[in-house]
């Protein structure tokens, strides 16, 4: 007699949910260090930028093949769309590495992750839909946290200005790479995605930081290694996981976890000062996080816009 098979235990979509939204907020605490190590690194912003793309990268691509995945052939028909999404990580990076040391820390992941309206805005537009009551309160919250976070630092002091223009440059960059990315997704998975992106990034990197003058070749390997790891294999694997499973809206809103943490590390080791405000604003933004996660769905924009088409 044959023995009945046993059947093969599925993944409830909520408990992926869950992982992806664990996956997010590691991803942003990650991030939230990458302006500490440009800061103690000894070569130019957008050579830092280089390394932490060409020390990860092998890495990334070694570990998609040894799981089973063909980057290369998996990714046919994506090669344009990869190529875009490489260079507009590049040019944030570089953007927002300049912007880093013309700014607070706190600012510097503030204006940097001003992804945070611009993606769940693209979001509402492509599924045609509008926010919730739920989720329009949500993004309230985070506006008025993101808001607080600034307060303090926006006194604004001309000596930021620049640097902080960077950093706006660069969270709009941001978000391009996960609209782009957005689309890879539904057909490759997270390491092969991010494997080949970021080997799009790595030549306009390095030429723009041979054109800028800057010392490529470091003395102090441990910030870039530091970098490569924290952000681009754990942080930005993360966040690419992430993307495949969470709407736009959770992922901008959880990206405000950086300037909460960027503001801690900036008043622990450079003695940028925080105020009360800097706490309110963290909590309202884990508020925003919460409701938006239990959310209820967005509403068409238009009668029927959100309806199947009948054959």
């Known amino acids: 007699m044959q023995q009945a098979r046993t059947p093969r235990k599925t993944i409830p979509v909520r408990s992926h949910?869950?992982?992806?939204?664990?996956?997010?907020?590691?991803?942003?605490?990650?991030?939230?260090?990458?302006?500490l190590f440009v800061r103690f690194s000894d070569v130019g912003p957008v050579a830092a930028g280089f390394w932490r793309i060409a020390l990860a990268a092998p890495v990334l691509l070694a570990a998609s093949m040894l799981m089973g995945e063909r980057p290369v052939r998996a990714s046919r028909g994506l090669w344009g769309v990869l190529a875009l999404a490489g260079l507009a990580f590049a040019a944030d990076l570089a953007s927002w590495h300049i912007g880093i040391g013309r700014t607070t820390l706190a600012n510097a992941t503030l204006f940097g992750?001003?992804?945070?309206f611009i993606f769940p805005?693209?979001?509402?537009?492509?599924?045609?839909?509008?926010?919730?009551?739920?989720?329009?309160?949500?993004?309230?919250?985070?506006?008025?946290?993101?808001g607080l976070l600034m307060a303090r630092s926006a006194s604004l002091s001309p000596r930021n200005f620049g640097g902080d223009l960077f950093c706006l440059l660069a969270g709009v960059?941001?978000?391009?790479?996960?609209v782009l990315m957005t689309g890879v997704r539904e057909r490759l998975a997270p390491f092969p995605a991010l494997a080949l992106s970021s080997l799009a990034s790595i030549p306009p990197l390095l030429l723009l930081a041979f054109v800028l003058g800057e010392q490529v070749w470091p003395g102090n390997w441990w910030p870039l290694l530091a970098m490569a790891v924290l952000s681009q294999l754990?942080?930005?694997?993360?966040?690419?996981?992430?993307?495949?499973?969470?709407?736009?809206?959770?992922?901008?809103?959880?990206?405000?976890i950086q300037p909460a943490v960027g503001a801690a590390l900036g008043w622990v080791i450079f003695d940028e000062r925080l105020a009360a405000a800097d706490a309110v604003g963290a909590v309202l933004v884990a508020l925003a996080l919460v409701l938006v996660r239990g959310g209820n769905k967005p509403q068409p924009l238009a009668p029927g816009a959100g309806e199947p088409k009948s054959a």
Request: aromatic share 10%; with cysteine; proline share 4%.
């Open 17 to 35: 949910a869950a992982t992806a939204l664990a996956a997010l907020v590691i991803a942003n605490i990650a991030l939230a260090f990458g302006p």
């Open 173 to 178: 960059l941001y978000a391009i790479y996960f």
């Open 121 to 146: 805005i693209y979001g509402f537009i492509a599924a045609r839909m509008w926010p919730s009551r739920v989720q329009a309160l949500a993004l309230a919250l985070a506006t008025v946290g993101a």
């Open 234 to 256: 754990i942080g930005q694997g993360c966040m690419i996981y992430a993307l495949g499973h969470l709407t736009p809206l959770v992922v901008g809103i959880a990206l405000l």
């Open 113 to 116: 992750n001003s992804a945070t």
